[in-house]
Nanobody
């Protein structure tokens, strides 16, 4: 079993910055893609950014130029640096990771979420 623990959320004024972190632990042998997703009440969880094991990245149009996703493979950790935050960025941010366990099984895990609130 693979667990993801997020941290770094909080309250920030519009235009401010936050850095989210997500660390994977447990029986992971390798991690392929890692990503961040955003959800607000009553809406579906939406992709924010993903990063492959190769380092290639993908971003939602709404965050391009403002957010940067990165990962530290040695620490099994993914980061989301957020600049120029807007009130519409408010919501719960979930970390996702997919890979292979030590038992050679595929997994797709989610973190518990971290709240980001951007005040206008």
């Amino acid at each position: 079993q693979v667990q993801l623990v997020e941290s770094g959320g909080g309250l920030v004024q519009a235009g401010g910055s936050l850095r989210l972190s997500c660390a994977a632990s447990g029986s992971t042998l390798s991690i392929n893609a890692m990503g961040w997703y955003h959800q607000t009440p009553g809406k579906q969880r939406e992709l924010v950014a993903t990063i492959a094991s190769s380092g290639s990245t993908n971003y939602a149009d709404s965050v391009k130029g403002r957010f940067t996703i990165s990962r530290d493979n040695a620490k099994n950790t993914v980061y989301l640096q957020m600049h120029g935050l807007k009130p519409e960025d408010t919501g719960v941010y979930y970390c996702n990771a997919g890979g292979v366990t030590k038992a050679l099984r595929l997994y797709d895990s989610w973190g518990q979420g971290t709240q980001v609130t951007v005040s206008s």
